[in-house]
């Protein structure tokens, strides 16, 4: 069994990384002999859908698959067929991470049929999504992120099947916030929640990763 992890902050060891490695572990945790990857999105140079619509020709030998050539395209051929995917993304500007969104719209897309009778075959497989964000959770309720990830999920549930879903408040955004205009924020409290929350974060993105190693050997 391969279960992938996708990464899609630009920081390779921070908040998000981290949430989704213990993800794996959680993995690890159900099925020993499971490989696991985390790919980073902004390790290598991609772009989002061309809108070439090669994946959507009428008997095209293409049908149902992204034929962008780059970076992505070998790691993308192996997520398709993987046995269970948790993305994760830091929060920018209200949204997910640009190289996540394009990286959503090239796994996504090529299964969506533009058909009232046709569905396009695919693997369903179980999805998790581990959202990180200098928010509260107060401020994120009264911004409406999780209505935006609500709405985002969905079509992601009807393309693979439900999403479970990880919120990771008033993360730790830098080692040293003395360097940086940051005012806004309570460092002190900001480093006691990384001292004493993020720990549990991390055990809940455990379980996370259990779970959908959980519901894989349930779709199996
Ligand atoms: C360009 C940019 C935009 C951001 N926009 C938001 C935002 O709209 N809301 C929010 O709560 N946090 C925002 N953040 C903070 C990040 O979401 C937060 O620090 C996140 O946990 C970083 O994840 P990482 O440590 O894995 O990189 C932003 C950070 C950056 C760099």
């Known amino acids: 069994m391969k279960f992938f992890a996708v990464n899609g902050s630009p920081r390779p060891k921070c908040n998000t990384a981290q949430l989704l490695d213990k993800a794996l572990e ?3 945790s159900v099925f ?3 490989e696991v990857e985390r790919v980073n999105l902004y390790d290598f ?9 090669a994946c959507k020709v009428v008997n095209g030998k293409h049908y149902g698959k992204c034929v962008q050539k780059d970076d992505l395209k070998p790691i993308l051929e192996e997520i398709v067929e993987s046995d269970g995917i948790i993305l994760g993304s830091p929060i920018y500007l209200s949204d997910v991470t640009g190289n996540m969104r394009c990286f959503l719209e090239r ?7 533009y058909s009232k009778t ?5 693997k369903r497989m179980p999805l998790a999504y581990i959202y990180t964000m200098n928010a509260s959770e107060e401020i994120s309720h009264q ?8 709405h985002f999920e969905r079509g992601l549930a009807m393309t693979f099947s439900e999403v479970d879903h990880l919120y990771v408040y008033e993360t730790y955004q830098f080692k040293d916030y003395s360097r940086y205009v940051s005012d806004a924020f309570d460092e002190s409290e900001r480093r006691e929640i990384r001292k004493n929350r993020f720990p549990k974060d991390l055990e809940s993105a455990f379980e996370l990763g259990k779970k959908i190693a959980i519901r894989a ?4």
């Open 143 to 150: 911004i409406g992120y999780h209505d935006l990830h609500d």
């Open 32 to 34: 020993p002999d499971a």
């Open 45 to 53: 140079p991609f772009h989002g859908c061309k809108s070439c619509f």
């Open 26 to 28: 959680g993995v690890k």
């Open 107 to 113: 796994f996504s897309f090529p299964f969506v049929a």
């Open 118 to 122: 046709e569905v396009v075959e695919h």
């Open 217 to 220: 050997k349930q779709l199996d």
